[in-house]
């Protein structure tokens, strides 16, 4: 199984800061991550998918990158609304797997 | 747009069998758009892929949950379910059903599965 790797845990930060949550698998993925938001008692929402196209209606402030192994989720300034948990997920081949999630607090 | 709705078991006793249906409305289980999944969430940790089922009734399972899943389509009621044997009180979780290209969306809302004596 494809392991995946977020870091970090928990990240504090402030509206309009920068913020970056990294995603690392065992082994090359190509490009094939999503990234997601969940709010606590909701279901998660994806927010990116194939590692940096961005889902209809979704903010520009949010953004992906990367390709094989490592990936990035970033917040370019950001919102009340963006304090979360935050999940990258492969399907690059069964089983899927998702990382262990960031959570992303007020500082 | 497709709308996803988990139905409610109730609550569990060790060794029964979950099962668990997702209503899908705004679209087909027979689309070769989506394939169809089910994940789950332990209270207050992760996401853990269970399995999916493609538009044509191929089924993926988790190899942590294979000798106890099933998956299956139904068509006639526009809808897919889930099958856990043997449950234990490892299994309790929130469990979402969803679309699938790969990446899951739309989502279910969820439904708390409690497995206690």
């Known amino acids: 199984d494809i392991q995946m790797t977020q870091s970090p845990s928990t990240l504090s930060a402030s509206v309009g800061d920068r913020v970056s949550i990294t995603c690392r698998a065992n082994e090359s993925i190509s490009s094939w991550l999503a990234w997601y938001q969940q709010k606590p008692g909701k279901a998660p929402k994806v927010l990116i998918n194939k590692a940096s196209r961005l889902e209809s209606g979704v903010p520009s402030r949010f953004s992906g990158s990367g390709s094989g192994t490592e990936f990035t989720l970033t917040i370019s300034s950001l919102q009340p609304d963006d304090f979360a948990t935050y999940y990258c997920q492969h399907y690059n081949s069964y089983p899927y797997t998702f990382g262990q999630g960031t959570k992303l607090e007020s500082k | 747009q497709v709308q996803l709705q988990e139905s409610r078991p109730g609550l569990l006793k060790p060794s029964e069998t979950l099962s668990l249906s997702c209503s899908v409305s705004g679209g087909s289980v027979s689309s070769p758009a989506y394939f169809w999944g089910w994940i789950r969430q332990p209270p207050g940790k992760g996401l853990e892929w269970i399995g999916s089922?493609?538009?044509?009734?191929?089924?993926f399972y988790n190899p942590s949950v294979k000798s106890r899943v099933t998956i299956s389509l139904d068509t006639s009621k526009n809808h897919f379910s889930l099958n856990l044997k043997s449950v234990t009180a490892a299994d309790t979780a929130m469990y979402y059903c969803a679309g699938s290209a790969g990446w899951f969306d739309p989502w279910g809302q969820g439904t708390l599965v409690i497995v206690s004596s």
């Open positions: 089922v493609s538009y044509r009734g191929k089924t």
